[in-house]
């Protein structure tokens, strides 16, 4: 798989782009103090990422609440009030990052964002730290399928006129690594997410980097 080739990159958020892991933590331990559970740590919270917020809510309430689907569904709707308050808690990207971005985009790339997060905070989150003419589609979760189903990156890319094979996603877990396999990209795995670089390895990605820089060598 010739890496120069690729054209349209698509990015994952959370742990790829920003740490948003705070903001996140923030709405799940305002829920849990709400209803008198147990808050939950940075690491709890980083383990239960990458699957969209009703799965993190679900990992991260008691399990007897889980079990009862009435029950669960209320926890997760209040907790979609918290992440409205926070969601947009962050300090930016990661150090490196909006360099990188902005450079290959200078240098002809085309630029996308797909996360499993709700797609009205991506869509602010992104449009905060970029313009349009830099990150040309950010998607969050939607109608279509999340991560790792493969309709959502082939929808960015037949929107922006790509096929599959012209394409690399770039993200921190294995649900980025088994989306871009899933969807026929070239997966660039990043080692400063929320994933250990094992767990990281395990999955088999075209490429591991452990520095946002390395984008920029890796895509000439």
Known sequence: ???????????????????????IMEAVNMCMKHYGFPEKSYEEVRAAVGNGAKKLIMQTMPESEAQNSERAEEIYRYFQT???????????????????????CASGYTLAVLSNKPD??????????????TVVIAMG??????KPDPTAPHYIARTLGFEPKDCAFIGDSEVDIRTAQNAGMLSV???????????????APDVIIDRPSELLEIFE
């Open 1 to 23: 798989m010739n890496i120069a080739e690729k054209k349209l990159l698509i990015f994952d958020l959370d742990g790829t782009i920003a740490d948003t892991l705070y903001s």
């Open 82 to 104: 918290c992440y409205d308050e926070t969601h947009d808690h962050i300090d930016g990207c990661y150090e490196g990052m909006k360099e990188a971005m902005l450079e290959l």
């Open 120 to 133: 009205a905070y991506v869509k602010n989150i992104i449009g905060a730290l970029f313009d349009k003419e």
């Open 141 to 146: 979760e939607t109608d279509l399928p999340k």
């Open 189 to 203: 795995a990043v080692s400063w997410g929320f994933r250990s670089k094992e767990t990281l390895i395990e999955c």
